[in-house]
């Protein structure tokens, strides 16, 4: 019954050092969405999946990288950390369609000092 | 764009009602969504209405939608401490469509 698991949860990293940050859902969902939040912004999605194979820029995708490596898996790569992608990171996955809502991870709090 | 709004703050007394609210502007809308966030945790779908309908009950959350205004509110009957938290509105425009959200609105409940 694990849902949505990211991983790490949190995490510090110094300007310019790269990372992976991973999501898995044993659901069998299609749709894989990684968006993050940040204060009076509400949540903003970064890169998608609409598809196993298949991935689409959102509406902040610069400076982030995703792969689908299977149904399963979704993951984020930031190549190059900078201080404003400080911000909470969350995944979500949902059946094609989305009628039944999207099913959110626990989160990644990330801070690029 | 797409585009949610909400107000960012609501304060009620226990037992109360409130009622949040959210407008957004994307008229092809197909599924709207309330979601509840619990401080230093994710989103928790609480429920969600096909834009083809008026009105959704589940228990004590009603769901309101009046599309011609592009208008969507969220009431919780007998509200209680453990309500506190921030409330996201959602909407999507079905298939394989992303959510655009709200910035969400903080209910505060006070016993």
């Known amino acids: 019954n694990a849902g949505v698991t990211q991983t790490p949860k949190f995490q510090v990293l110094k300007t310019g050092q790269s990372m992976t940050l991973q999501c898995a859902q044993d659901m069998n969902h299609n749709s894989m969405y990684w968006y993050r939040q940040d204060p009076g912004m509400g949540l903003r999605l970064i890169y998608y999946?609409?598809?196993?194979?298949?991935?689409d820029k959102g509406e902040v995708p610069n400076g982030y990288n995703v792969s689908r490596l299977n149904k399963r898996e979704f993951s984020l790569r930031l190549e190059s950390a900078a201080p404003s992608q400080t911000s909470v990171y969350f995944c979500?996955?949902?059946?094609?369609?989305?009628?039944?809502?999207?099913?959110f991870g626990s989160g990644t709090r990330l801070t690029v000092v | 764009g797409e585009d949610v709004e909400q107000s960012l703050f609501l304060s009620v007394r226990e037992g109360d009602s409130s009622v949040i609210n959210c407008t957004y502007t994307d008229s092809s809308s197909t599924y709207l969504y309330w979601y509840k966030q619990e401080p230093g945790a994710g989103l928790q779908l609480l429920t969600y209405i096909f834009s083809n309908m008026d009105m959704k009950q589940d228990q004590r959350l009603t769901v309101l939608l009046n599309k011609k205004d592009k208008h969507l509110s969220l009431r919780i009957a007998d509200t209680q401490t453990g309500d506190s938290a921030i409330y996201f509105c959602a909407e999507s425009n079905s298939g394989y469509s992303t959510l655009t959200f709200g910035k969400g609105t903080m209910l505060l409940v006070s016993p």
């Open positions: 979500a996955s949902t059946r094609t369609g989305g009628a039944n809502g999207y099913t």
């Open positions: 999946s609409a598809s196993e194979g298949t991935t």
